[in-house]
């Protein structure tokens, strides 16, 4: 029932996978790099503990079924600190990292919003020190990373028990079940259904941001944001798309990140003006560390994103 015709790639193939782990007890629809042998159960990771360690218990209820009020800030992480990150890695990089020897590493691009997904919910989750960052140069990515880690040369990819994952909606899914932390999706039923609806709609979203970039944005895009402001108005526990943080809001945190800034820049338009519940939500976003410490120079991320979307026709998934 999940593979409609007529709808393929980008994140909606994505979606249908982390439906299937949901679903499925034996899922193993992970993206595996055909470099290293056959797909594999994203199960067969690492155990989870059914308890997350006491002071990780902050997110979604757990053992308790009681949910928390707060999320994890700079404030409530005793010894929080911020990370240094790597330096990026180009084609002059002639070595990979010493592959498949324990370490998990995440692939990023700090640039990439579809990276910068995983990467949030890795410092949400606490796993900076069981997670070490990759950072790859887009422009000019090291050739041993195609060869080597990850075949589809995209980010963000994961290496991780001696198998290379990708996919960034997969990948929030496969740190939720593998890793401890606080727990990013809910346990009540409606909100469930609604996490699949909106992380459906995540890639019509981002699609209508791209295809009008080049045309009039703020008159064809509106009906993507407001459908935002709407979803936003569901459940009254919270600012949050669920009401509490979840993996829906570090699915879209990103892209509504930079939407704002460009749209601002560019076209001198506020996205929330008249949304006041989108412009809540991009306030309490700021206040989660685990989402501002990912954040792209601002100045740079819209050079960036007016090279690729207002100049040349692009291809972005
Ligand atoms: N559907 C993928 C999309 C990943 C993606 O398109 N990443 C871009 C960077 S933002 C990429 O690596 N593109 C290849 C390139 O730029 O060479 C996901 O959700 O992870």
Request: a positive charge; aromatic letters at 14%.
């Amino acid at each position: 029932m999940w593979y409609s015709i007529g709808q393929k790639g980008g994140d909606f193939t994505t979606f249908k996978k982390l439906k299937l782990i949901h679903h499925s007890p034996r899922w193993s629809a992970v993206t595996v790099s055909p470099a290293f042998g056959k797909p594999r159960s994203a199960h067969r990771g690492r155990v989870r503990s059914q308890c997350p360690r006491p002071s990780a218990n902050l997110g979604w209820p757990t053992c308790s079924g009681v949910r928390p009020q707060h999320h994890w800030t700079s404030e409530n992480i005793p010894g929080f600190v911020k990370e240094d990150l790597p330096p990026t890695l180009d084609s002059t990089s002639l070595e990979p990292p010493p592959l498949f020897d324990g370490t998990t590493r995440l692939y990023i691009a700090y640039v990439c919003p579809f990276a910068q997904r995983v990467w949030i919910a890795r410092n949400y989750k606490g796993l900076q020190d069981e997670i070490k960052l990759v950072a790859i140069d887009l422009g000019s990515k090291p050739t041993w990373y195609k060869e080597k880690v990850y075949r589809e040369n995209k980010v963000p990819s994961l290496e991780h028990n001696n198998k290379v994952i990708g996919e960034s909606l997969d990948l929030l899914q496969y740190l939720e079940d593998n890793f401890e932390g606080p727990k990013l999706f809910p346990n009540d039923p409606s909100k469930q259904q609604f996490a699949e609806e909106l992380l459906e709609y995540t890639n019509t979203f981002n699609k209508t941001m791209f295809t009008y970039f080049k045309g009039d944005p703020v008159k064809e895009t509106g009906s993507a944001f407001d459908y935002l402001e709407t979803a936003l108005n569901k459940f009254e526990d919270g600012l949050f798309f669920l009401g509490q943080f979840s993996l829906v809001d570090i699915a879209y945190g990103p892209f509504i990140g930079s939407f704002q800034l460009i749209f601002h820049d560019v076209w001198k338009y506020d996205i929330t003006a008249g949304r006041p519940k989108l412009g809540a939500w991009i306030e309490e976003m700021n206040k989660i560390d685990a989402y501002t410490q990912t954040k792209y120079d601002r100045a740079k991320l819209v050079e960036s994103y007016k090279k690729r979307f207002l100049v040349v026709p692009h291809t972005f998934n």
